[in-house]
């Protein structure tokens, strides 16, 4: 039996390396393509593909939605979520939304074809590498306990405000911020705020960032 697949992300070059991925398997044909969550929507009551293939990240909103729209159109449609940041809240948020799979687009070719494959087979099934350990670390936190501040101090360091910016919002001095972001850093094991920002995400601390291009 085909495997019919739709491909939703902005990015054509991604669209073009899945696609070929794909196109290598005998038995998978991409029936179509979309780059927004409404042509996606569109796109999937259209072509009412085997599977899925859905960018989190879109420019007019989330991919969740789709898989939402997807998963209420078909209970028997794989779909499987790409996404860039793939920490423990995103897991968790396309498990809860519908979706059959969850992989980082850091992942090879070969792995996104397995889960699409999967996804195909048993789309009620969910499944994820980091499932096991994520679903670990939900029941038995793991990791770095952030104060209520610093967990304050981290969001507005994801949203990109400086010291100073975030020493007014707070209503505190520039030392005390720095202190902050000094313990932030160490227990995150980080050197700088992009390692800090990167970690928060992997370890389920931040929210990924909105879709804003």
Do not use: C, W
């Amino acid at each position: 039996m085909t495997i019919t697949v739709l491909l939703v992300d902005d990015h054509e070059l991604i669209r073009e390396g899945l696609r070929r991925a794909f196109e290598r398997e005998d038995d998978v044909q991409v029936v179509g393509e979309a780059a927004s969550v409404a042509e996606g929507i569109a796109m999937g009551r259209k072509t009412e593909p085997t599977v899925a293939i859905v960018d989190l990240r879109l420019p007019d909103g989330s991919g969740l939605e789709i898989v939402k729209s997807l998963r209420a159109q078909s209970a028997d449609m794989g779909i499987v979520v790409l996404t860039m940041y793939a920490g423990d809240n995103q897991l968790f948020d396309a498990l809860e939304a519908g979706a059959s799979a969850f992989v980082p687009k850091s992942a090879p070719a070969e792995e996104i074809v397995a889960a699409a494959r999967h996804a195909a087979s048993a789309p009620r099934s969910f499944t994820a590498a980091d499932l096991a350990d994520a679903l670990k670390r939900r029941t038995t936190p793991q990791g770095p306990q952030l104060s209520p501040r610093e967990a304050e101090v981290l969001q507005l360091l994801a949203e990109g405000l400086g010291v100073s910016q975030i020493s007014r919002q707070l209503f505190i001095s520039d030392s005390t911020t720095k202190t902050h972001i000094s313990k932030l850093y160490d227990k995150l094991g980080a050197g700088n705020r992009a390692q800090a920002l990167m970690t928060a995400l992997r370890l389920g601390l931040l929210a990924a960032p909105d879709n804003s291009q």
